[in-house]
């Protein structure tokens, strides 16, 4: 008996110890499209998911989905979007660090710092992007292309940029 529970013990120890550390990120819908394709046989319907997924700490993805059903497109865009983690910069009053702008095809962004108790002053899947990133107060404008997918896209560039700029300056 005292074997056994000796044995129980040093388990859960190890267990404790090797045990993965589960990051919780939440994850939005930005998304659900209806997508056909004709072919000589007819028209075949699938869906395309676009999904946000972030830690609301200083990590954010952009994932794409496409299935015949529309939860499989979900979760194929929410694997994809954590494989495209990125790291956002911070400062102490959770806005980024400097003046920043992405684009991507027609879409381009423009992101500025603003004082603590502004909130996020954006709209759109910009929003999504940086409330799900941390960031609480900046304001963003979207200009050019109304695309969801671009502006989120453009919108991870910026911070990207963003990233090499804070890199270069250590």
Same mark, same amino acid.
């Given at each position: 008996l005292? %074997? /056994?529970s000796k044995?129980?013990?040093?388990q859960a120890?190890?267990?404790?110890?090797?045990?993965p550390?589960?990051?919780?990120?939440?994850?939005?819908?930005?998304?659900i499209?209806?997508? %056909?394709?004709? %072919?000589k046989g007819?028209?075949?319907?699938s869906?395309?998911? *676009?999904v946000?997924v972030?830690?609301?700490?200083h990590k954010v993805g952009?994932g794409v989905?496409?299935a015949?059903?529309? /939860?499989?497109?979900?979760?194929?865009a929410?694997?994809?979007?954590k494989k495209n983690?990125?790291?956002v910069?911070?400062? &102490?009053?959770? /806005?980024?660090?400097s003046? %920043?702008?992405g684009?991507?095809?027609?879409?381009?962004?423009r992101?500025r710092?603003?004082a603590?108790?502004?909130?996020?002053?954006?709209g759109?899947?910009v929003?999504t992007?940086l409330?799900? =990133?941390g960031? &609480?107060?900046?304001? =963003?404008?979207?200009?050019?292309s109304?695309?969801?997918?671009?502006n989120a896209?453009?919108? *991870?560039?910026?911070?990207?940029?963003?990233?090499e &700029?804070t890199?270069?300056?250590k």
């Amino acid at each position: 008996l005292k %074997t /056994s529970s000796k044995l129980k013990k040093n388990q859960a120890k190890f267990e404790q110890k090797n045990s993965p550390i589960t990051i919780k990120y939440k994850e939005k819908i930005l998304q659900i499209k209806r997508v %056909t394709k004709v %072919t000589k046989g007819g028209k075949k319907l699938s869906f395309r998911a *676009i999904v946000i997924v972030g830690d609301e700490k200083h990590k954010v993805g952009i994932g794409v989905g496409k299935a015949l059903d529309v /939860s499989i497109a979900i979760e194929k865009a929410i694997l994809n979007a954590k494989k495209n983690l990125i790291q956002v910069p911070l400062t &102490k009053s959770l /806005s980024i660090p400097s003046l %920043t702008s992405g684009q991507l095809g027609a879409a381009r962004i423009r992101l500025r710092p603003t004082a603590i108790g502004t909130g996020v002053i954006a709209g759109g899947s910009v929003r999504t992007v940086l409330e799900l =990133g941390g960031v &609480k107060n900046v304001l =963003g404008k979207q200009l050019g292309s109304k695309n969801l997918l671009n502006n989120a896209k453009a919108t *991870i560039k910026a911070l990207l940029h963003l990233q090499e &700029k804070t890199e270069i300056g250590k």
